[in-house]
């Protein structure tokens, strides 16, 4: 069983910047994929970014987020990260880390469904 537990949301002005944190109660965490997932109220949880280190490093964006969020792990303290700068209005939401041990082909690292480990979720408000 894997526990995730994110921290670090709040409420920012627009233009600020945040950091998410995730840490994960696993036994070898290198060999999960992490993703980082939001969800705006009324609106379905989309993907936002994603971090594998298993077969080679490979980190992944949602168009949305490219060049202001940085997605990085650390294998050694079983935790990911998630930088936001440069927030928008529209980033708010609530945050969900995600893990799950299984590889394919493709763009499922996206997937909602091809994650079975979540967290709680962390609140993510920014203001205009």
């Known amino acids: 069983q894997v526990q995730l537990v994110e921290s670090g949301g709040g409420l920012v002005q627009a233009g600020g910047s945040l950091r998410l944190s995730c840490a994960a109660s696993?036994?070898?965490?290198?060999?999960?994929?992490m993703g980082w997932f939001r969800q705006a109220p009324g609106k379905e949880r989309e993907f936002v970014a994603a971090a594998i280190s298993w077969g080679g490093s490979r980190i992944y964006y949602a168009d949305s987020v490219k060049g202001r969020f940085t997605i990085s792990r650390d294998n050694a303290k079983n935790t990911i990260y998630l930088q936001m700068n440069s927030l928008k209005p529209e980033d708010t939401a609530v945050y969900y880390c995600?893990?799950?041990?299984?590889?394919?082909?493709?763009?499922?690292?996206?997937?909602?469904?091809?994650?079975?480990?979540w967290g709680q979720g962390t609140q993510v408000t920014v203001s205009s």
């Open positions: 696993v036994r070898t965490f290198s060999n999960y994929r």
């Open positions: 995600a893990a799950d041990g299984r590889y394919y082909s493709g763009s499922y690292y996206m997937e909602v469904k091809e994650y079975t480990y």
